[in-house]
């Protein structure tokens, strides 16, 4: 399971290698979008439906539940039809869902929404990433990878400005029926560009199988690590804008900007994780992971103990550097130590513990916003889950 073929990657021109890994981008973008689109929403939606912070908590929570469950099989799922025929199913459901998103008329149908929505969702990682690894050698495949993992922090960078003036303008529900159209474009553009949909590693392969007795026992390291650190950014991700809006007194227009800041962080260092590991980490892998998750903690203390809006504004952004270092280098990392074969089941088998993360985080916070009244319980109880992860880097061995 752990082998590498050098010579498996898919001879394709470079124009076309290109532009699939511009729309795989794209997708990843939309995916991330609307996830920060619900985030932005929530404060809205709290007060169309008449709900708390623990309903809020759990309608972000439904989403990354399906989400989650998913992974594993949507890895199998991908390395059985193909990477092709999963973007494109991924992205089409992802749609779907997104314009079903705006037609919610209760609280406990947008939960029901969202769980599906998550379920439809979660094969697009695994699929993405094993077309990444599909098109490209050895040598560029830790670059790629981190790269198009990138695209996560670009969304939800991007769509604040895009989507805060037309939810204010109009309302929550019409900027998800445009994020779903947009999404059925990019689905349409992929299927034209991939055709034919069948692909080489397909005419060979064997029905594929997850050997868990012969997975790298790094990978569980990583699982762990992945679910600490995820709680933490998708914790913060989804209720830093309502924490802004009804905490910090800051006015709608003015999240189009201060949200970005972090994912914009978290970008530029996911874009650069691969490169910095292979140029400086080279064989030591590892230390990138484990230096990024002990700032992490050292970050996210300093945002518990901060009170002025500059500050923790400040440490967030520092969180989702060196968060997002720690995150992408082990995808970087995985994808030089996992089979092609089986790529897609064993990526889903990594992102299942970042995913679980996601779904514990905004659960999380949002309870123990309810039972404290308390955002610096909430911002103590995400320093637990650094001080989690920093503990499962000593997991973290040679080959």
């Known amino acids: 399971m752990l082998s590498y073929d050098n010579h498996s990657y898919d001879n394709h021109s470079g124009a076309k290698r290109l532009w699939s890994f511009i729309i795989l981008y794209l997708g990843y973008m939309l995916l991330f979008a609307d996830r920060t689109v619900m985030n932005i929403s929530l404060a809205y939606i709290g007060k ?5 912070a623990a309903a809020l908590g759990t309608t972000a929570s439904a989403f990354f539940l399906g989400y989650t469950l998913m992974q594993i099989p949507g890895g199998y799922l991908t ?18 869902m997104t314009v079903v998103t705006g037609l919610a008329w ?3 149908a947008l939960v029901i929404i969202r769980f599906l929505f998550g379920i439809a969702e979660g094969p697009y990682p695994a699929a993405a990433l094993k077309r990444i690894s599909e098109n490209y050698d050895q040598k560029e495949k830790s670059q790629a990878t981190s790269a198009l993992i990138s695209s996560n922090y670009a969304g939800a960078a991007v769509a604040p400005l895009i989507i805060v003036p037309l939810i204010a303008s109009s309302n929550w529900r019409t900027a998800f029926g445009w994020l779903g159209a947009a999404g059925l474009v990019i689905t349409l553009v992929y299927y034209l560009l991939e055709r034919p949909l069948k692909s080489v590693h397909q005419e060979v392969a064997t029905r594929p199988h997850i050997k868990w007795q012969s997975i790298d026992r790094r990978v569980w390291a990583f699982v762990v690590i992945g679910l600490a650190l995820n709680v933490i950014t998708k914790g913060l991700e989804t209720w830093m804008p309502v924490y802004f809006l009804k905490e910090q007194g800051i006015n709608l227009k003015s ?64 969180i989702y550097f060196v968060k997002s270092l720690a995150f992408t280098g082990i995808f970087s990392f995985t994808a030089q130590i996992l089979s092609e074969e089986s790529y897609g089941s064993s990526i889903g088998i990594v992102n299942f513990g970042g995913q679980l993360g996601g779904f514990i985080g905004p659960l999380l916070i949002g309870w123990i916003v309810q039972l404290t009244t308390s955002y610096s319980a909430a911002f103590f109880g995400l320093v637990i889950s650094a001080v989690v992860a920093v503990l499962a880097c000593l997991f973290i061995r040679k080959a």
């Open 255 to 318: 999240l189009a900007w201060l949200v970005p800041l972090p994912v914009i962080s978290g970008g530029i260092a996911a874009f650069s994780a691969g490169f910095i590991m292979v140029h400086f980490f080279k064989h030591r892998e590892r230390w990138l992971i484990i230096a990024a998750s002990f700032l992490t903690l050292v970050f996210m203390f300093g945002l518990f103990k901060s009170s002025s809006l500059v500050a923790i504004v400040s440490f967030e952004v520092l």
């Open 79 to 96: 390395d059985l039809l193909g990477s092709k025929r999963m973007v494109i199913i991924a992205l089409l459901a992802w749609s779907l």
């Open 106 to 108: 209760s609280l406990v």
């Open 48 to 52: 169309d439906f008449h709900v708390g």
